[in-house]
Structure formats: structure tokens, C-alpha cells
């Protein structure tokens, strides 16, 4: 029996390379046959005429399955220190096993621990405010002892992940490619923290696959599909984030949404989610209020912290002069550049630089291609 | 019988003589030259012939031999003409039985036309240089009369070759040159006082100019980048008679000092970005100076930057470090300066409008990634002022008061380039931005606040440690232009914010 099951892990991680087919697909040629061990012992015409795929398909999954090595694959996992975990494994995930397409294998660099998480998703191109928000609901979620989950692109993703770990918390990122190709590259470090801290990177994709742009929809469906809920906290209607969204009413999960401002096109995907009855989320007891009861037991959410509507604590500390720069760049949501602050406080460029370089190392304010927003 | 005739030639741009030597044997009729001539010269040949006859001279058929010496040096251009004719003439007895005192004595330099009148050539004023100290006289083509005159030598202007001859024979038909009055520089250039807005921009050249900083431009199209930067030479302290000639004789070589005058106002050259390294940085096969040279003492204003070539920016070294180009052939090098201030600009993404107050930008950070790269981390080390541009929106343009008009500015970019003047002994060429690891240590010792700063710009904004020194440079041209001695805490802080393509790239949010 040890020997079978054994067998049939193998099997699975070998069925896993073939790429061009949805798990669901696998899953149900797998349930036929009771097993990927026995579905790869099937002849391509055998599986083309019961299982409902075209002849050509059977065959390139005969040619491609041929030619992977999973012993050779779960030899470079272990050196890269990545547990290979099947449905059959007891580490997997017990909600993702619920959603109707589960990845036949999951790579995981770290700890995939058993706890409530909720996914944090959002544009790469977000805005001060999509990159506060999400920094803020991170902390929160990962203060109430919930898991963040996120697909570690730049943008609202990096910001989740890095707050979640800022506040010791437990952060999840499903990648796209494989974990030994962790994209985008300048992300690998934040990927080293996050294996490093209690949390997990990980991937459904053999280890050495390259990013494919094919391939990041199907690893939002691991994200959606860790969580309770999916909150997007910014994106355009054909956004990523939408996706995930989309991925998460699929899979029945909740699916929340950051109201953004009506003229911002990064929040168009979000709104359009609560016009159609997505729960607008202002902070993480929003979320927690929609996990079921029970879910976060261990940890109570934080309390009713509105810190964030005040104006920072660090204000108080600043020199009269960058306290009035902070005004004027609070004041616009788009935030001024430094010409333009100089312009509306009619000050010279030095008195104009001394306050900025005040706002920006007190992290009050932060620049964009050279404009000013508050952080 | 044999003629020697007294000329120049140009090797970079410093002149060195040659002697024409004609000699006309019996023989079959035939025609050589030799001594290394490029086609050019080897084109006198025929230049030559047609201009003796038609200035009513008898050409010998006889067989002919022109050697120019030293012949082991490359000759190039087209004013041997004049001298190889007048070799011809004097070796076939046409100018007398023994040669005059006016002929032995005299250069001769200029290209004949075919009938026999004289044409202006490139690099009389390099080639005369070399005469200064001679006494001797040279005779030049009346269309370089003006441009001669600034050497300071002796010169005559001649029109055809048979002036020539006459004045050779003892005529007074030459007239001596003479100088064409400079036009005034002061007040004829575009003011800065007509930009408006743009604080940071013009501190930023004002700081540039103070302390011959190389200065990088960055905002969205339409922000005024080229209207800075043609203004930019206006807060530069006028030309010295040396710059001028120096300047001078780089544009006489390339051919482009028609106008005859001495070159007084700065320089200010624009190359566009389709331009080849060569061409960029000056070269061929006859080595011509490039743009890098023709903004000597000048300004050299590279709009689009990370467009230019890849081989083009990384030439850009040389002289961005050593202040000079060397041109390596296999027979000779030629070294040409090239002390130019670099006035660069750019888009702040490939689309332009990152960081717009309006227009959203288009770009991946992928894309804004290696649009940034293509300017190579070494050329933007030597770039010591980065500043970043924006838009003047519409509605603000009347409500905008005028800037300080740029006469202002130039006023204590003086005074700030007399202090280092006093500060690096009076050497030419030398200013803050050139300072050593050893002057930066004695010149711009910071006080206790003020190294904080750069800690925090290190810790908290991301910096390399080797923006630092950048930012000590600049802090030390801000002092001078408050004729502070020491470095204040406010300078460096100023400083910071000019090295904003330092800051780690996430913090800059690309």
C-alpha cells in the first residue's frame, strides 16, 4: 500500500507536466481510471475514446508525461528545500482540495500552515492609495492572525506581503512559474522573507518553468482558492485581480472590494464589483465579518483602529515648513510634484527641497516618476 | 630645376610646416605627387593645371615630381594647391631666375579653382597658429582674410594666383588682413526669465553652470526641456580670448568658422539622437572633430538621451572623464579637447507621461525598467545633477510671475567661479565637479548635521554609497553660490534632491 501511494504521488507530479490541460480535466480522466497511475498506463486511443479528448490531445499527453522525470523533479525540489504535496499528502491544503479544479501537485517553499487566510489581490500599476489601503489591510488581517495571500506581482501585491511580514504576520504568494524562477526577479528577496517568516511561496508549476503569460490566470485560481475571501483592492475591469474575483465567486468564496474614487481607472474593477453586490471592505473587520464563524477563534480582530483617518503621528514632529509642504501635497490625491509645490507655497527650490527631503525620510510622503503623494 | 615652396599642414588641430618641392625634369611629360597625400590633395593635380594656364601661364609639359615634407606624415585637405602651383611657376623659371626673398620667405596656403582664382579652405587659423612665433608671412585666400587675422600673424589675402605671382615679383597688390569686429555677445541669446515656472529646473542649471556639473533633465514631453537648455548657455560666464581660440581652431578644422570670426559666445551644439558614434565623438578615416569637440568650452544638450546609441553614450566617457577625445589611427593619433558641459534630457518612461499630473502613463515597470537602463550606470555616474521637470499646466500660465532674468543667475555664477578659482589655485579648467577623492575630502568637510543627512539619504531614501561624493560636489557649488565657506546642513539637503534617478528604484516607484 506505502509502495502505491508512493507510486501514485509520482505518477501525479509526472501527470502535473502536462501543461496544456485544466486539473479539472486530469482530475476527471484520473477519477475514470482510479488513479493518474493507472490513466498513464492507458494507451492515447483508450483515453481519447472514454474519456471525451481528441485523439491529438490523448497523444501529447502521452508524449509530454513520457518525457518528464519526477524522481529527477522531486530531487531538485528537495534541494531547492520545496515539499512536493499531492491531494494525497496530509499537508495540502483542505480548502483548496474543495475547489473543483485543485492543482495535482502544489510546490511549497516554507510553511503552508492550517490557518484562516484571505487574499489580498490588485493592480501592478496601483495608485498611493490602492498601495496604502492594501498595506493597511495586510497589517490588520495579519494582527487578527489571518493568513494574507497573494501572487508576489509588483504593485498591490509586494505592498500585502510586506506589511503582512512587517507586522509579523503569516503571508502566502502563489507564483505563476516555477518557484525556481520566481518572477518578477526583483521580488526574490521578498520571496526568500516570506519562506523565511512562517509563511509559503508557492506554485502548482513544475519547478523550472519560466513565467508564461498563460499561466498567471491559473495560479489566481490557488489564491482564490487558499482563501475565505478575496478582497480587490484595485484594478481595471480586465484587471488580474478581476480574475481572481471571478475565481473566487467559482469556487464560492466571498468576494470583497476597496471603494476607490469614481475618476480613478484603478478602481473601475472594485467599484464594479460592489455595484454588483460585493461587500465593500474599509478595513480587516470587514473581512473577518464574512469568514465563517469561528474562523478566526484564535485571535479576536484588532480593535477598532481608525488611525489611519487621522493625520499621521509624525506630522507633529516635523518643522513648521514641512508640515505646510505635507498640506498642500495631502491636499491633492494625485499629489504635486516639486516644482508645483514650489509654485503653490511660492517658496525657492531650497526651502521647497528641505521640507521634501523631511516628508520623505519621516516616510510621510513617497515619489512616483517625481510626484509627491502622502503615504 | 627645383622649387621649394613654404606651407602647412594640420595634424588634430595644431599645425605643423610642410615644404612643397617641385621638381621639373626632362623627360616624358608625367605628373606626380607624393608624400602621403589623400585624395583630396592628389586632386590638385588637375586643380593645378587648369588654374596655371587660365591665370595666363604656360604649364611645362616636362616631367614633374612634388614631394610634400616631411614625407612620412599624412597630409589632408585641399590648400596645397597654391603652393604646389607656385612651385610649378618657380621651377619653371616663371617667377624669375633666382627665386625672391617674397617667395623663400613666405607660406602660402589655399585651393585654386579651376580659373586660378583662390578659395577659402578649412583650418587656417590652426595651421597659422603655428607660424606665431616665425615673424614670416603667409598669404591666404581672401575668404579667410577675417579668420587669419585672429592668429595674430602676419597675413596677406590674395584672390587669384596671379596676384600672387605679381606680389611675388614685387608688387604691392596684396592688402594685409584684418580683423572683423566681433559681434557683441552679451544680451543677443534667449533669457531664462521667459520660462516660466520650472524652479527646480533652473536652480538645478544654475547650480550646473556654478560648478561645471553635467546636469540630466527629466520630465514628460513639452516641459520645456530643449527651452532650458538653450538658455542654459546664458549663465555661463563669458569666453576668455584662450577658450575662444581654442574653440575657434575646432571649428576652422571641421570648416565651420565661414563667418571668419573668432568664436565668442559658448557653444551650444545639438546633435540629434540618430547621430553615429563617430560623428558624436569625431573620427574618419582623416580624423574630423565631433559634436563632443565643436561644444568645447560650450554646451553639449543631448535631447532624448536613451535614444542615442548604445556605442554612442558609452563613447561619451572619454570625455566626460578626461575633458578630451583621442581619435586612434593606425598611422597617427589626433587628440582633440573636448571640456563641454553635458546638458542630457529624457522621458521619464518610454510613453512620457509617468508621473504626469494629468495623462496617464501607459508603461509597464518592465518598460520604464530598461528605458532607464539604456543610460548605463558609468555615464550617469558622471552626470552630477539629475532634475525632474513638469508640465506648466495652462491655467497656471499667466498667474505664474516671470523668473529672475538670466543675467542674475550669471552674476553669482561668477562670483561662485572666482571662489574656485581662488580654491584650486587659479588652474584652468578646474572646478568642483572635477575635484579628486583627496580635494573632495579637504574641500568638503561636512559639519556634524549635515553627515546625518547623507545617512538618512542612505538608510532611508535608498542612495549608493557612491552618490554620496556627487552629492558632496554639488553640496560644495551650493555653498559658493551663497559665498559660504563651509558646507551648511541646508546644502546638502538640496544636494539630495538633485539625485533623484539615485533613490532605489522602488522607493522612485517604477
Not at chain 1, 503569516?170 to 512562517?198: F, M, Q
Not at chain 2, 542674475?408 to 588652474?427: D, P, S, Y
Request: hydrophobic share 45%; with cysteine.
Amino acid at each position: 500500500m506505502q509502495a502505491n501511494a508512493e507510486a501514485e504521488k509520482l505518477a501525479r507530479v509526472r501527470l502535473n507536466f502536462f501543461g496544456c490541460m485544466r486539473s479539472d480535466w486530469l482530475l476527471r480522466l484520473m477519477s475514470l481510471y482510479g488513479g493518474a497511475a493507472e490513466l498513464l498506463k492507458r494507451p492515447p486511443a483508450e483515453i481519447a475514446g472514454e474519456g471525451g479528448v481528441s485523439f491529438a490531445t490523448a497523444l501529447r499527453l502521452a508524449a509530454e508525461t513520457a518525457a518528464a522525470d519526477p524522481e529527477q523533479e522531486l530531487a531538485l525540489a528537495r534541494k531547492a528545500g520545496v515539499k512536493v504535496l499531492t491531494a494525497l499528502d496530509d499537508g495540502y491544503p483542505e480548502l483548496l482540495k474543495t475547489i473543483y479544479d485543485p492543482p495535482l501537485a502544489l510546490y511549497v517553499r516554507g510553511e503552508l500552515k492550517n490557518m484562516p487566510a484571505a487574499a489580498l489581490v490588485g493592480t501592478r500599476k496601483a495608485t498611493p492609495y490602492g498601495l496604502r489601503t492594501a498595506a493597511r489591510l495586510a497589517r490588520e488581517l495579519a494582527e487578527a492572525g489571518a493568513a494574507v495571500a497573494s501572487g508576489l506581482a509588483r504593485g498591490v501585491d509586494t505592498a500585502a506581503h510586506e506589511a503582512a511580514l512587517a507586522a509579523g504576520g503569516v503571508t502566502w504568494a502563489a507564483l505563476g512559474s516555477g518557484l525556481n524562477e520566481v518572477y518578477p526577479a526583483e521580488n526574490r528577496k521578498l520571496a526568500d522573507k516570506i519562506a523565511g517568516s512562517g509563511g509559503a511561496v508557492i506554485s502548482e508549476f513544475p519547478m523550472a518553468l519560466k513565467p508564461m503569460p498563460a499561466n498567471f490566470p491559473r495560479r489566481n485560481r490557488v489564491i482564490s482558492g487558499l482563501s475565505l475571501a478575496t478582497v480587490v483592492v484595485e484594478g481595471g475591469f480586465e484587471s488580474g485581480a478581476m480574475i481572481t474575483a471571478r475565481f473566487a465567486l467559482d469556487q464560492g468564496r466571498e468576494v470583497m472590494a476597496v471603494p476607490g474614487p469614481v475618476d480613478s481607472p484603478m478602481s473601475k474593477g472594485p467599484n464594479d464589483l460592489i455595484k454588483n453586490g460585493a461587500c465593500p471592505v474599509e478595513d480587516a473587520r470587514d473581512i473577518a465579518a464574512c469568514f465563517p464563524y469561528g474562523a478566526l477563534a484564535a485571535a479576536k480582530p484588532a480593535k477598532k483602529d481608525e488611525s489611519y483617518l487621522r493625520p499621521p503621528a509624525a506630522l507633529k514632529e516635523l518643522s513648521p515648513d514641512a508640515g505646510a509642504a505635507y498640506a498642500a501635497i495631502a491636499a491633492d490625491e494625485k499629489g504635486l510634484n516639486a516644482d508645483e509645490l514650489a509654485q503653490a507655497l511660492a517658496w525657492p527650490a531650497q526651502r521647497t527641497a528641505a521640507s521634501l527631503f523631511e516628508l520623505e525620510v519621516a516616510a510621510l510622503v513617497a515619489s512616483r516618476g517625481g510626484r509627491y503623494t502622502r503615504v | 630645376m627645383l622649387a621649394k615652396i613654404s606651407t602647412l599642414a594640420l595634424k588634430g588641430i595644431d599645425g605643423f610646416f610642410v615644404s612643397a618641392e617641385v621638381y621639373i625634369a626632362s623627360g616624358l611629360p608625367a605628373y606626380a605627387i607624393v608624400g602621403l597625400p589623400d585624395a583630396a590633395v592628389k586632386e590638385a593635380r588637375e586643380r593645378v593645371v587648369a588654374a596655371v594656364r587660365n591665370s595666363g601661364f604656360d604649364f611645362p609639359s616636362k616631367r614633374i615630381t612634388v614631394n610634400l615634407a616631411p614625407a612620412e606624415r599624412k597630409k589632408a585637405g585641399t590648400h596645397f594647391d597654391l603652393p604646389i602651383a607656385l612651385g610649378v611657376l618657380a621651377a619653371s623659371g616663371k617667377l624669375g631666375k633666382t627665386p625672391p626673398a617674397r617667395l623663400e620667405e613666405s607660406f602660402f596656403i589655399g585651393e585654386l579653382a579651376l580659373d586660378g582664382s583662390l578659395r577659402p579652405v578649412a583650418g587656417v587659423l590652426p595651421m597659422l597658429l603655428a607660424l606665431r612665433d616665425s615673424k614670416r608671412t603667409a598669404v591666404v585666400p581672401a575668404g579667410n582674410s577675417a579668420e587669419a587675422a585672429v592668429s595674430g600673424v602676419k597675413c596677406l589675402a590674395a584672390s587669384n594666383l596671379k596676384q600672387v605671382a605679381d606680389w611675388i615679383s614685387g608688387s604691392d597688390g596684396l592688402n594685409a588682413c584684418g580683423m572683423v569686429p566681433a559681434a557683441e555677445a552679451a544680451g543677443s541669446g534667449p533669457d531664462l526669465s521667459e520660462v516660466k515656472g520650472q524652479t527646480f529646473a533652473k536652480r538645478a542649471l544654475e547650480i550646473a553652470a556654478a560648478g561645471f556639473h553635467n546636469v540630466i533633465m527629466v520630465g514628460p514631453p513639452g516641459s520645456g526641456k530643449s527651452m532650458l537648455a538653450k538658455r542654459f548657455g546664458g549663465l555661463l560666464p563669458p569666453m576668455g580670448l584662450d577658450e575662444s581660440i581654442e574653440t575657434t581652431k575646432l571649428y576652422s578644422v571641421s570648416g565651420l568658422a565661414s563667418a571668419g570670426r573668432l568664436v565668442r559666445e559658448r557653444p551650444f551644439r545639438e546633435p540629434h539622437h540618430t547621430i553615429s558614434d563617430a560623428a558624436l565623438i569625431g573620427g574618419g578615416s582623416s580624423p574630423r572633430p565631433g559634436e563632443v569637440s565643436l561644444a568645447h568650452n560650450g554646451v553639449l544638450f543631448l535631447d532624448e538621451f536613451p535614444e542615442f546609441s548604445r556605442p554612442a553614450i558609452e563613447a561619451l566617457r572619454e570625455p566626460l572623464e578626461a575633458f578630451k577625445v583621442t581619435v586612434a589611427r593606425v598611422k597617427e593619433s589626433v587628440v582633440y579637447p573636448a571640456r563641454f558641459l553635458l546638458v542630457a534630457a529624457m522621458n521619464p518612461c518610454p510613453c512620457g507621461y509617468l508621473g504626469h499630473s494629468v495623462r496617464e502613463c501607459s508603461c509597464t515597470p518592465l518598460q520604464v525598467h530598461k528605458y532607464r537602463a539604456r543610460v548605463s550606470g558609468p555615464i550617469l555616474d558622471r552626470i552630477d545633477l539629475h532634475v525632474q521637470l513638469s508640465p506648466v499646466k495652462y491655467a497656471d500660465w499667466e498667474a505664474v510671475p516671470k523668473g529672475e532674468p538670466s543675467a542674475a543667475i550669471a552674476a553669482r555664477v561668477l562670483k561662485a567661479i572666482e571662489l574656485q578659482k581662488a580654491r584650486f589655485g587659479g588652474r584652468d579648467g578646474r572646478s568642483n565637479a572635477a575635484m579628486t577623492a583627496g580635494e573632495l575630502r579637504s574641500h568638503c568637510a561636512l559639519p556634524e548635521g549635515a553627515s546625518a543627512v547623507l545617512e538618512l539619504a542612505m538608510n532611508k531614501l535608498g542612495f549608493s554609497a557612491r552618490s554620496l561624493d556627487k552629492i558632496l560636489k554639488v553640496s560644495r557649488t551650493i555653498a559658493d553660490l551663497e559665498g559660504a565657506a563651509a558646507i551648511k546642513r541646508e546644502h546638502v539637503i538640496e544636494a539630495v534632491q538633485y539625485r533623484m534617478l539615485d533613490k532605489s528604484e522602488a522607493l522612485a516607484g517604477i
